[in-house]
Nanobody
Framework: QVQLVESGGGLVQAGGSLRLSCAGS????????MGWFRQAPGKEREFVAS????????YFTDSVKGRFSIARDNAKNTVYLQMNRLKLEDTAVYYC?????????????????WGQGTQVTVSS
């Protein structure tokens, strides 16, 4: 049974930082492109970042470029999302997801497995 478990969310002031982690089990982690998505209240889920199997290439939505980074440790079956200079509009539930695609993707329907999400709240 595949499981993706996010952690690291919480309450942070605007301008602060958080690092999210997503631990995978029940899958050959290094064989999956990994992604992070988020969903704010009343809004649709949106793509945040993606990283290919080797970790060599990444892809970000425009609104987080220069502020967020994504990395993975295949030995630990974990993907990370480092979020810096957080803004109020970054408040959302953040989900990690795993895709069997070889390429980077921002399309949610390209992802096969999803975590339960972790809440990130940015306050003023």
């Amino acid at each position: 049974q595949v499981q993706l478990v996010e952690s690291g969310g919480g309450l942070v002031q605007a301008g602060g930082s958080l690092r999210l982690s997503c631990a995978g089990s029940g899958l050959t982690f290094s064989g999956y492109t990994m992604g992070w998505f988020r969903q704010a209240p009343g809004k649709e889920r949106e793509f945040v970042a993606s990283i290919i199997r080797s970790g060599d290439n990444t892809y970000f939505t425009d609104s987080v470029k220069g502020r967020f980074s994504i990395a993975r440790d295949n030995a630990k079956n974990t993907v990370y999302l480092q979020m810096n200079r957080l803004k109020l509009e970054d408040t959302a539930v953040y989900y990690c997801a795993a895709s069997t695609l070889w390429a980077l993707s921002g399309a949610s329907d390209h992802y096969n497995y999803w975590g339960q999400g972790t809440q990130v709240t940015v306050s003023s």
